[in-house]
């Protein structure tokens, strides 16, 4: 059978090229299919000394301008937010298909953004983290609880 689980990761107009590299990166290392952005901060930013792995040849980077307009079929719209009645990430069970969207560095997602979203988690932590941060704590939870979408390679302990 066929694996039905699949993830991407939504940008909603992320801050820089640094981050958007750093994001690239992460989704290479967790198994995630695409990466969709938002906005016109940054320039190619798959061209940036973060993405060292140059995981662009391999995971799609596509910029556009609405991401509610690219939710893969049959996959969850997980907003990553710290407003009130966010879930924490410790307690959430993360859907077999999920498209994960995480607001700029400097800003957060809208009400506009949230309401169409079907989850909306949040990271207790002391204060925020940055974008990339955010991003590799959601997806390293995602294969902790079984759920990462590629198979890479495996560790001994």
């Known amino acids: ?3 039905r689980r699949y993830s ?31 906005g016109t901060r940054y320039d190619r930013a798959q061209e940036f000394i973060t993405d060292t792995k140059k995981v662009y040849q391999d995971i799609p980077l596509i910029g556009i301008d609405d991401l509610q307009k690219i939710i893969p079929q049959g996959c969850t719209p997980v907003a990553v937010e710290m407003v009130d009645g966010a879930r924490p990430l410790t307690e959430y069970t993360h859907p077999d ?12 997602l809208g009400k506009d953004v949230l ?3 079907e989850d909306v988690i949040y990271i207790p ?7 990339a941060a955010t991003v590799n704590v959601v997806l390293y939870d995602r294969m902790a609880k079984g759920l990462n979408t590629k198979s ?6």
């Open 1 to 3: 059978m066929a694996n």
């Open 8 to 38: 991407c990761i939504g940008l909603y107009n992320p801050k820089s090229p640094e981050n958007v590299g750093s994001v690239m990166r992460a989704a290479g290392c967790y198994g995630v299919n695409s990466v969709f952005y938002t």
């Open 97 to 108: 298909r999920a498209i994960y969207i995480f607001g700029p560095e400097d800003g957060s």
């Open 115 to 117: 309401e169409w979203c």
């Open 125 to 131: 932590t002391n204060g925020c983290m940055n974008l």
């Open 152 to 157: 890479g390679p495996k560790f001994a302990p």
